[in-house]
């Protein structure tokens, strides 16, 4: 589980250390998403939202119905806070050596311009695949890339509104279900704690919430005879889950045997070896993945 004592931009930063220096190979690639990760904590200090209010008679008819709190498209977010962010992502990229830096140079570029940054990231929650089409080519860069730095300038809005709606769940029945119960989103990475109970993060909000060890949260199977794991004798932090059933994954972080801070985040990039592991056995990825031969 995570080290909840330590402030989550010291966290990525100590958890980061740790696994350039046992991932080598990883080095460059984990230092950009060190400087994303810290770059979103330090904004979502700064990150000023109204909590969303849901109406007693609506909640009761979600918990009801077994149904998430608010669609994507609910969400609001710290405008200001995200355009400051974006500018930032932006130069982080322009500074490495990833892929996206020539993209991350005409989006800073158009930003005010050609670019409404308010109405991007309202695009983004709405799912609107054809803004992302149009803009990307007016503007000369990777529809990918723009995605990705929408979402990430997003990301500390989005965190601190599943933090306050999380307050709503308060008074749930345990949530048996894959799917996130703040958003509806499928789990980016599942987590044992030190005394072997299991979470989900969802790949979306970044919720966290409990489930039972025997589970798909892709099929809902709880038989043992079909779900299993593959993992690495070098390697026994980090596992992967799979299932016979739906033939999906779901990477795990098992913090028993973690000697290194844990950040969930990092850890899902820097387990890019056992997402090729998965696909090579004939598994799925439960969510969208970029591999490297992609």
């Not at 998430?68 to 405008?79: G, H, Q, W």
């Not at 806070?81 to 158009?110: F, P, T």
């Not at 990301?155 to 048996?176: F, G, H, I, N």
């Not at 973690?258 to 592991?277: F, G, I, N």
Request: hydrophobic share 40%; proline share 5%; glycine share 4%.
């Amino acid at each position: 589980m995570t080290e909840h004592r330590i402030l989550p931009a010291r966290q990525a930063q100590l958890s980061a250390a740790s696994l350039k220096a046992n991932l080598p190979e990883y080095h460059s690639l984990l230092t950009f998403y060190e400087q994303l990760f810290i770059a979103q904590e330090s904004s979502k200090l700064q990150t000023a939202l109204e909590p969303i209010v849901i109406a007693p008679e609506v909640l009761q008819v979600k918990h009801r119905e077994r149904l998430p709190l608010v669609a994507m498209t609910e969400f609001v977010f710290d405008a200001a806070a995200g355009r400051e962010l974006l500018a930032e992502i932006c130069d982080i990229l322009r500074e490495s050596e990833n892929e996206m830096a020539s993209s991350a140079e005409r989006i800073a570029h158009a930003a005010g311009r050609k670019l409404e940054i308010d109405s991007l990231f309202r695009h983004l929650l709405d799912g609107d695949d054809a803004y992302f089409d149009e803009t990307a080519g007016s503007i000369g860069c990777d529809k990918k890339a723009l995605a990705f730095v929408a979402y990430h300038s997003l990301r500390p809005s989005l965190m601190v509104c599943a933090e306050q709606l999380a307050t709503y769940l308060k008074d749930r029945t345990e949530w048996k279900s894959g799917i996130c119960p703040v958003c509806g989103n499928l789990p980016a990475i599942a987590l044992l704690d030190k005394e072997g109970r299991r979470s989900l993060s969802c790949s979306f909000c970044w919720h966290e919430w409990p489930m039972p060890r025997v589970y798909c949260p892709f099929c809902n199977s709880t038989d043992g005879k079909e779900l299993n794991y593959l993992y690495s004798e070098t390697e026994k932090t980090l596992r992967v889950d799979c299932c016979e059933k739906c033939r999906k994954y779901i990477k795990t972080v098992d913090a028993r045997s973690a000697d290194r801070t844990v950040y969930p985040p990092l850890e899902q990039v820097a387990s890019l070896h056992l997402d090729m592991k998965a696909r090579d056995a004939g598994y799925d990825s439960g969510i969208p993945l970029h591999l490297p031969d992609e």
